[in-house]
Structures are given as C-alpha cells and as structure tokens.
Nanobody, 128 residues
Framework: QEQLRESGGGLVQAGGSLRLSCAAS????????MGWFRQAPGKEREFVAA????????NYADSVKGRFTISRDTADNTVYLQMNSLKPEDTAVYYC?????????????????????WGQGAQVTVSS
C-alpha cells in the first residue's frame, strides 16, 4: 500500500532551521514528482517546492526561494525539505505529496489538484 509519512516538524524561533522528511512506502514513488505544500489557518493549501524523479530538477514558490531546499534520496525513498531563515509567516501544516502521473517537472502545474498521494501533515511553528 502506497503511503507518505512526514516527520521533523516542530517549534523554532525566527531565523532558525528545520528539516522535514517524507518517507514513502511503495517502490513506485521513486519515479514520481514529489512536492511539499503548506496550509496556514484560514488559508488555502499552497505550493512550496517540487522535485523531479532524478532529483536534478526542482522548483520553488517565490516566498521560499533561497531559503528552502528540496531533495530526495531514491535509495531510501525519502524526500526532504530543508528550511532555513524561517519566518513567522512560514508557520503552517506542511504536507508531502506525490504526482503518480509525472516524473518530470516540465509543463507541470504546481497546484494541489495535480498531486495524487498526500501525507498526514507536519506542524511547523515559527515564533517571532
């Protein structure tokens, strides 16, 4: 059964760092585009970052570009989101997601509807 499970969330002061992990069960995930989204209270779920199957292609939301880094370890079937220089506005529940219909980022729409599998979410809270 294919599942995604996030870990690594928590409370951090502004300017600090956290690393989220997403463990995927199911061999097929190694061929999928993987992404991170976040949802703050009262707001819609928004795209954060995505990575192609090989790990060589990535894309980021403007709000996190230069601060966050997405990576993947195909051997361990794990995707990471390294978050540096965190700001209070980064506070949200962070979700890992997979697009089973796509391995490359080319031509991709970075919206939640494009992704098929979702984790349960990890809370990230940044205090000022």
């Amino acid at each position: 059964q294919e599942q995604l499970r996030e870990s690594g969330g928590g409370l951090v002061q502004a300017g600090g760092s956290l690393r989220l992990s997403c463990a995927a069960s199911g061999r097929a995930f190694s061929m999928y585009v993987m992404g991170w989204f976040r949802q703050a209270p009262g707001k819609e779920r928004e795209f954060v970052a995505a990575i192609g199957w090989s790990g060589r292609s990535t894309n980021y939301a403007d709000s996190v570009k230069g601060r966050f880094t997405i990576s993947r370890d195909t051997a361990d079937n794990t995707v990471y989101l390294q978050m540096n220089s965190l700001k209070p506005e980064d506070t949200a529940v962070y979700y890992c997601a997979a697009d089973r219909d796509r391995g490359y980022l080319s031509g991709m729409k970075y919206d939640a509807d494009s992704f098929d599998y979702w984790g349960q979410g990890a809370q990230v809270t940044v205090s000022s």
